[in-house]
């Protein structure tokens, strides 16, 4: 069986759904990840999304917002991509609360490709399942700082 850099290297679609078709995501996250960092070869992200025509499920959405929002963080976009992916994977799996976490990343990163309104939805919705969720905390104080903001700064 081929390693995770070799699938990736290869671009073999059919080898890595065969050998990661029927793993947890966290399994394959980190050596992807890895390769991406390492090589600073899009062709992580590239092998993915041919993952996701193939079968699209939410851990290959995940995987491909984690690749541009991390290791491919820099190209120009990377965050506004992978706020999308972010967004199809809770699409995907809408009570998966981890998801929904990571999807509030996508309002503080410098881009900002997530809207205030939508930030604030997901915060109160983790909330309304645990009322202590730091990230939902943290987001309902930021948009609430940014309204305040947007209301001392209108003409």
């Not at 992916?85 to 609360?97: Q, V, Y």
Request: proline fraction near 6%; charge should be negative.
């Amino acid at each position: 069986m081929k390693s995770p850099s070799e699938l990736i290297e290869s671009l073999d679609v059919d080898g890595a759904l065969q050998a990661w078709g029927d793993l947890p995501v966290e399994s394959i996250e980190k050596p992807v990840l890895r390769h991406a960092y390492d090589k600073n070869d899009i062709r992580s992200y590239t092998l993915v999304t041919q993952l996701m025509l193939r079968d699209n499920r939410w851990e290959w959405q995940y995987l491909a917002s984690m690749l541009l929002s991390q290791a491919l963080s820099h190209l120009p976009g990377a965050y506004f991509s992978a706020y999308l992916h972010a967004e199809e994977a809770c699409k995907l799996a809408p009570n998966n609360s981890s998801l929904k976490e990571y999807l509030l990343f996508f309002y503080i990163v410098p881009d900002r490709p997530m809207p205030d309104e939508r930030a604030a939805r997901i915060a109160r919705e983790l909330l309304a399942s645990d009322p202590t969720n730091k990230a939902a905390i943290d987001t309902i104080k930021t948009f609430e700082k940014r309204q305040m903001a947007r209301a001392t700064h209108c003409p």
